[in-house]
């Protein structure tokens, strides 16, 4: 599908890439930290952007968006999206403008090359003119050096004027980039299935996604659009998914096909598919060894897909990478004297060397690893020594009892084979081959992937049809892991040789022969695979792929493995840094490299509101299901006999007939060595029919309709049918099937798991049925094979049993009853079957938390159901005498199913019972049509609240475009937050609290968690009693009483035993202080402040006043200050006289408030003092003179010191000293008059008069 990108400049940049009938449109938004000058809040947003930039996205109908102000960029169409990556602060959105075919796996399975990339800035149009610079293919004809590109045409020194991201362009644009948009290429064969139309980009391998950090973005957009919306993208093939290696299709003409196809005359592909992982990615000597991870360095994952036109499709996979050890190796100009270090002790190694093991078990199965590092060169040694020790101590190859078990099968085995001490001599690297008999044992028991497409006829309103569909039929179990020093060279051309024996394997079980021209196509591949993955590691072709490509080494090709060598050693010397800078950047590795945050203003609230409001659209139906397992033993004689007790018991009618009947079956043939390693569907086919017939036979005597098979599947000897009623089909969708084997550590299907998941309208169920570990004492073991089959058992787009809204376990789970046999056979005969499940294995691991975590078992009321005398009810008599238990089990778990029978059959032809359960499961169906009804209405109210702040629109950005129309989500509760807008905070200031005590005897319990959801038995209030009568308040210190002041409008009075009207608030005032009862001087925080003239004066401390002078003299007695309420209109004339006593009386408080401080001198005093009075100065008269501060409040008695006044050198001797600066806002300013009080703040230029004279006062000795 081809995409054009459109640009827009006015009124704000915006990039459309737009389908035939879609558009991605993305903007840059301004980030508060760009529009507030403040730091972003970094927890109001997603981790994904609340400390990156931020773009608005909308996906949008073409009808529903205007076009008309875009422009095209390129007059070529371009093949999708990369992501988005932030480079220098700039925003640029990386589209693939280039991509040819270059592999086709199967019809309709193509794999596209990346040959250009293109990156367009989304805030800025600086860069459009270099948009379409060339692409040097040679890169290190531009490198410095530092290693890093230096640009075209320009020398050292020279101002860059180059697209800045030239380098991760010419990275993208290597040829080692491949896509497809028909299927998902980060997965093998194996794990996807051909049935999804689309490819679900959120559901890729992250570890073989190298633009996973550029995507990302765009995934979480895509997870939040509706179904329909999610599709429509999908669809569209705008989002682009990359792997990094190689991908190539050879055509293998009929002649030459080892599977003829008659009548066809089309030929056959072989296709190989190299995927690196980003995990540990890098180049040669900066990425070695293993991280704490897990991951190892140049792991590639290799798979050879055979495709016939008959519908045969082979698959085999194979896995390289790094001895997974830390190690490290400098560069070097001599090859092969480059010195390996290991950096780590083995006893803080081996963590990570399980883990990484831990991780291939669980996607590949059991492992062989081909060791080819030297025997002879030291360095080589040490590595071997390393990797043997951990591969001994490995826990893949200890059970949980600490026994070594190479009886049962190994998950890990070592193959050791010095690849040049075996290649020496005249047989050269042909030699190689011999490698084949140390590892045809593990080739034998992995087995290969393998799919057919067998014709199935189906009658379809009444017309009968043909259909094909691809069918799983085997899966390769276990995996070669080749490595040498590098990775490169040695390992692909062993990895060939195991190539070629796996399809040997495969055309030997059909009796067919390969022809020479086949394996020529097939070494000519390899090598192409094998320059590739070298050129992305070490900067060069693979060595020795003379010999991989011809079978033989020529002259020419020891000439061209010189020439690669030295320059191996020139890139690695030079070249690696800039390479490593360029793939970590991609990668999102680098410091202070942030993400984008993408957000829609109008989808994000419809999917938040359908959400809320899924009841409106959504009903609820309940259904019945019955889970009925049964271990045949191997046995058919019980096949023509009535199994209607077990599928049809004598139940509630309402149970009968139900929905869905899943049907699990062990031990369907007898576990023969042959048996175990493949799958004969003959006999499961066999029993479908039987248990089909029992299940219509009881649906017409209730009148019901038939019954008809969903989907069956088998593992060797564990099967699952899942039957359903013929109304139920037209509800039930999207149904797979999977299996997972545990048996001889994964090699074998002896035990395992089969797996069938269904969506009955909105709601997923899957049914799984088990046969796990026997063995009295191995309950550690059935744990591990219940993880096994729970992490690694898939379905498509890699669904897991547990993404499922229902889940269903039945089977035989093999845990038995820890007591002897003849206790639990008399505890049987007593019917005492709660000692027996106090005592049951299953019971106590699931209560220990070690297995099937959150699933539900019923109460067992049935006898145990293993192991009887066939054909009878006494339990084993045989030699073994087993231990009755209960080993058939079926556990469920989900919010939306309950249990209703829970009983065994009497069905005595195998020496188990069957056990059936029955369940009422509630659906969830969505009408459809009422939920887009809804999401146009809340579209429609959402533009109209947003208006143009969307990503298509033409307005500005506002404050918060995010959160527009949101309300609160409970009454009473604010709107919410973004990092512009917080309510917590008050326009940058705290906010007030609002809450209100119950009494005023109640204050906040100060045992109370300062976290308020911390749950906590303390109340968040105390009741503190008040005392009858109200105590006076201490006095104040050396000076008047306190006094109280009652907001609510009274003055409280000192007089014990005054009650205020309404005790609700006090404040404690601090007094006026009068220095002598015939002056009255303020000393107040605030100028307005007044003295009260019903209190007493306090009592003058001379303890720090003995050096001040006697002011008095020199001034007038001052009247008291009136209150404002009895003031005269002019207080500046107000005759002096001495204060009077006056009767007490109630007066309204007045609320303090202090003033600003005035401006700061900027010179010290003494500096002043010598500039304003250079000689000494006569006596200023006492009205021009400033009034002095009061003395110190003071308790202390006075001072026996002779305190000395230190003679002022400046104003001369003789002078009476000047008086000290007043204190601010005390209204002792130079301009106020005698008697009158200053309510503004103090003239600057008078305060710096007032400061002339300063003395300084020090202790005589």
């Not at 002879?376 to 043997?388: C, G």
């Not at 576990?671 to 017939?693: C, G, N």
Request: neutral net charge; proline residues 8%; contains cysteine.
């Amino acid at each position: 599908m081809s995409i054009r990108v459109l640009i827009k400049e006015y009124p704000h940049r915006a990039i459309a890439l737009t389908t035939s009938s879609h558009a991605l449109v993305l903007r840059h938004s301004h980030t508060p930290s760009q529009q507030n000058g403040f730091s972003a809040s970094q927890t109001s947003l997603s981790s994904n952007g609340s400390a990156g930039v931020r773009a608005m996205v909308e996906f949008v109908a073409l009808e529903h968006v205007d076009l008309s102000e875009y422009r095209a960029l390129n007059l070529t169409n371009a093949h999708g999206t990369l992501g988005l990556i932030t480079v220098n602060g700039d925003i640029f959105l990386v589209v693939v403008s280039s991509a040819s075919r270059v592999a086709t796996v199967r019809p309709g399975e193509s794999i596209q090359r990346i040959n250009a990339v293109a990156f367009y800035c989304l805030n800025t149009s600086n860069y459009d003119a270099l948009l379409n610079e060339d692409i040097n293919p040679y890169p290190t004809d531009t490198i410095d050096d530092e290693g890093f590109e230096m640009g075209f045409g320009r020398g050292k020194g020279e101002s860059p004027v180059e697209h800045p991201c030239l380098a991760l362009k010419k990275l993208l644009s290597s040829g080692t980039f491949y896509y497809s948009s028909d299927f998902d290429l980060t997965r093998r064969m194996q794990q996807r299935t051909s049935d999804g139309a689309t490819v679900s980009i959120d559901s890729l391998d992250a570890g073989f996604l190298w633009n996973s950090y550029m995507i990302q973005p765009l995934v979480d957009f895509r997870s939040r659009l509706a179904p329909r919306e999610k599709e429509a993208l999908d669809a569209s093939g705008i989002l682009t998914s990359a792997i990094r290696g190689f991908a190539l299709t050879i055509v293998v003409p009929s002649s030459s096909s080892p599977i003829k196809t008659p009548g066809s005359g089309l030929p056959a592909s072989m296709t190989l598919i190299s995927r690196l992982s980003c995990r540990r990615a890098g180049t040669r000597f900066n990425a070695r060894g293993i991280d704490d991870d897990g991951n190892v360095a140049n792991f590639v994952e290799t798979e050879t897909i055979y495709y016939a036109p008959s519908g045969v499709c082979f698959s085999y996979t194979q896995i390289r990478g790094s001895v997974p050890i830390f190690w490290e190796q400098q560069t070097g100009l001599l090859p092969g004297q480059q010195k390996i270090t290991i950096t780590r002790s083995p006893e803080a190694t081996q963590p990570a060397f399980d883990k990484h093991f831990e991780n291939l078990e669980i996607s590949y199965g059991a492992i062989h690893v081909v060791n080819l590092l030297s025997n002879e060169k030291p360095s080589e040694i040490d590595l071997s020594n390393r990797y043997r020790y951990h591969i001994e101590h490995s826990a893949l190859n200890t059970n949980m009892n600490g026994n070594d078990s190479k009886d049962q099968g190994e998950l890990l085995h070592l193959t050791e084979y010095d690849f040049h001490a075996e290649t020496r001599g005249p047989g050269g690297y042909e030699l190689a081959s011999m490698i084949v008999r140390y590892i045809r044992h593990s080739a034998d028991g992995f087995g290969y992937y393998l799919c057919e497409e067998p014709e199935e006829h189906a009658r379809t309103h009444g017309y009968d049809q043909v259909l094909r569909r691809p069918t799983s039929i085997l899966q390769q179990e276990g995996v070669f892991r080749t490595n040498c020093l590098d990775c490169l060279d040695r390992t692909n051309l062993v990895q060939t040789i195991i190539s070629r024996m796996a399809i040997e394997i495969f055309l030997s079980h059909r009796g067919l022969v390969a022809s020479p021209d086949f394996w020529t196509r097939h070494s000519s591949m390899w090598a192409d695979n094998g320059d590739a993955l070298s050129r992305i590691y070490a900067g060069t072709g693979a060595l020795k792929s003379s010999f991989t490509r011809h079978g033989k080494m020529s002259f020419a090709g020891f000439i061209a493995d010189a020439r690669k060598s030295a320059t191996r050693t020139y890139i690695n010397n030079f070249a690696d840094k800039g390479r490593q800078h360029n793939i970590d950047m991609l990668l999102g590795r680098l410091m202070g490299q942030v993400p984008v945050h993408l957000f829609d203003p109008i989808n994000d609230y419809v999917v938040a509101e359908l959400t809320r409001r899924s009841d409106e659209y959504t009903e609820k139906e309940t259904i019945h299901i019955l889970a009925g397992t049964f271990n045949l033993n191997g046995r058919t004689n019980g096949i023509d006999e009535d199994l209607s007790p077990w599928l049809c018991p004598d139940i509630d009618p309402s149970q009968q007939c139900p929905e869905i009947v899943a049907v699990g079956f062990q031990e369907i043939v007898e576990l023969s060595p042959q048996q175990i390693m493949s799958t004969d569907p003959a006999r499961r086919q066999a029993w479908e029919a039987a248990v089909k017939y029992c299940l219509n036979e009881n649906a017409a005597r209730h009148g019901k309709e038939e019954y008809v098979l969903l989907r069956g599947g088998q593992l060797v000897g564990a099967s699952l049918s899942v039957f359903v009623r013929a109304s139920a089909l037209k509800s039930i969708k999207n149904v797979e099937g999977s299996v997972k084997k545990t048996g001889m550590s994964g090699m074998a299907g002896n035990k395992g798991a089969v797996a069938i998941r269904m969506e009955y309208a909105n709601t997923s169920i899957v049914f799984v049925t088990a046969h796990l570990a026997a063995g009295f004492a191995n309950y550690e073991e059935r744990n591990r094979d219940y993880k096994t089959i729970s992490h690694g058992l898939r379905f498509q787009r890699s669904r897991s049993i547990e993404d499922h809204d229902t889940v269903i376990w039945l089977g035989d789970f093999n845990y038995r009853i820890g007591l002897s046999n003849e206790r639990v056979q008399k505890l049987c005969q007593m019917g005492d079957l709660e000692t027996l499940y106090e005592n049951d294995q299953l019971n106590l691991q699931m209560v220990a938390g070690l297995t099937f975590p959150f699933y539900s078992e019923a109460r067992i009321t049935f006898l145990p159901t293993y192991k009887y005398d066939v054909g009878t009810d006494t339990y084993d008599t045989s030699e073994k005498a087993r231990i009755p238990a209960w080993c058939d089990r079926v556990l469920r778990k989900g919010d939306n199913i309950r249990q209703i029978n829970y009983d065994a059959a009497p069905l005595r032809f195998s020496d188990h019972r069957p056990v059936y359960a029955t369940f009422q499961c509630t659906i969830s169906k969505v009408d459809d049509r009422r939920k887009e009804q809804l999401s146009q209405e809340l579209y429609r109210q959402r533009r109209a609240v947003v208006g143009d702040t969307h990503a298509a629109g033409t307005m500005e950005d506002s404050d918060d475009e995010d959160l527009l129309g949101y309300d609160s989500i409970e009454p009473g509760l604010p709107p919410a937050s973004s990092d512009r807008r917080k309510w917590w905070l008050d326009n940058g200031l705290p906010a007030r609290s609002r809450v209100q005590p119950p009494s005023n005897d109640h204050f906040p319990n100060p045992k109370k968690l300062s976290n308020p959801f911390t749950p906590s038995p303390e109340p968040d209030w105390v009741e503190v009693k008040r005392m009858a009568t109200r105590p006076e308040p201490p006095p104040a210190r050396g000076s008047q009483r306190a006094r109280t002041v009652d907001f609510n409008g009274s003055q409280a009075s000192p007089v014990p035993g005054f009650q205020p009207t309404n005790p609700m608030a006090r404040k404690l005032i601090v007094p006026p202080f009068n220095p002598s009862p015939s002056v009255s001087v303020p000393n107040f925080d605030g100028a307005n402040d007044h003295p009260s003239p019903n209190l007493p004066y306090r009592a003058v401390s001379s303890a720090s006043t003995h050096s001040l002078p006697d002011l008095n003299r020199h001034r007038k007695p001052q009247p008291p200050v009136p209150s404002p309420a009895n003031r005269p209109p002019s207080s500046a004339t107000a005759s002096s006289s001495p204060p009077q006593p006056q009767p007490q009386q109630q007066q309204n408080p007045q609320i303090l408030r202090k003033p600003a401080p005035p401006p700061i001198p900027t010179k010290k005093p003494s500096l002043l003092s010598k500039a304003i009075s250079p000689s000494p100065s006569p006596v200023p008269s006492p009205d021009a003179r400033p009034q002095p501060p009061p003395p110190r409040r003071s308790m202390a008695q006075p001072s026996k010191v002779d305190m000395k006044t230190v003679p002022n050198l400046v104003d001369g001797d003789g002078e009476p000293p000047p008086p000290l600066p007043p204190r601010t806002g005390t209204g002792l300013s130079s301009r106020s008059e005698v008697g009158t009080v200053n309510l503004l703040d103090e003239d600057p230029a008078e305060e710096l008069e007032a400061l002339k004279g300063w003395e300084v006062l020090r202790p005589s000795l």
